[in-house]
């Protein structure tokens, strides 16, 4: 098992929480909720050790398009990169509507 963190600048603070997937074969769980400081860290905590080039790059590339204040914590058990890119777009998804229900 390896734990990986990465940061990243943020300009928008996040409201709520989310947390979506489930860890299992080939898959993984993200939680998200609001951070106290105006980045984002993101701990990974994976049953494939070796692989933390992979992880940053998808992460780097994720944070090009995404600037939430949030900490995230993805729990692995050997997703493909594009289940990464695909669990951390529907946490940010579930997030976003989670704060426009609170606010209707």
Request: hydrophobic share 45%; net charge negative.
């Amino acid at each position: 098992m390896e734990q990986l963190t990465f940061d990243y600048p943020a300009q928008r603070a996040v409201t709520t929480r989310a947390h979506v997937g489930v860890v299992g074969s080939g898959d993984l769980e993200v939680l998200l909720q609001p951070a106290d400081t105006l980045r984002a860290r993101v701990v990974v905590h994976t049953s494939v050790d070796g692989y933390g080039h992979i992880w940053k790059s998808v992460l780097d590339r994720f944070f090009t398009r995404y600037d939430g204040a949030a900490d995230i914590e993805i729990n692995d058990f050997g997703a493909t990169p594009g289940v990464v890119a695909l669990r951390l777009a529907e946490a940010v998804e579930a997030a976003q509507d989670a704060a426009q229900g609170a606010q209707s």
